[in-house]
């Protein structure tokens, strides 16, 4: 929803990965530990422009998701915690 709102401004964004995948943050190499990321939004000036994909014209997904067998074994791994 935020991409959606500054997408026109070019006015960057940091991501702090705390999912379970972490798909974009791992591909534009964001560290995992919060401390770290932060580090790299605040202090690196890490940035890189992405392609934007929009959806039904009203949303941006800026993360990678899956349908069918591999959305269930993501699934599956979810349920065994960590």
């Given amino acids: 929803m935020v991409v959606g709102l500054v997408l026109d401004s070019r006015l960057p ?10 798909g974009l943050a791992n591909e534009i190499r964001i560290p995992r530990d919060i401390n770290e990321a932060l580090n790299v939004v605040f202090e690196e000036n890490h940035e890189i422009e992405i392609d934007a994909l929009r959806l ?6 800026f993360h990678l998701s899956d349908l069918g067998f591999n959305a269930r074994m993501i699934n599956e791994f979810e349920k065994l915690g960590s």
Avoid at 13 to 22: C, E, F, L, W
Avoid at 56 to 61: A, C, F, G, S
């Fill in 13 to 22: 964004i940091g991501i702090v990965p705390v999912g379970s995948a972490n």
């Fill in 56 to 61: 039904n014209n009203t949303h941006y997904p």
